[in-house]
């Protein structure tokens, strides 16, 4: 017999709101990842094309 106590009133039913907030934060996360690249890859074709680029 050891010295630690058992714990059995482990319930993973109070850590589902930390996952839903982890889930939907890192849905947004890739949402403006994505939208960012798209940005930045449109501003780059324009330069190859050799348009003006104005950063706003």
Do not use: R, T
Request: charged share 15%; glycine share 8%.
């Amino acid at each position: 017999m050891n010295g630690y106590p058992q714990q059995y009133d482990y319930q993973p039913a109070q850590y589902q709101p930390l996952f839903w907030q982890g889930l939907v934060a890192g849905a947004i996360d890739i949402a403006i990842m994505v939208a960012l690249g798209a940005w930045a890859l449109s501003l780059a074709k324009k330069a190859l094309k050799g348009e003006e680029v104005i950063l706003k």
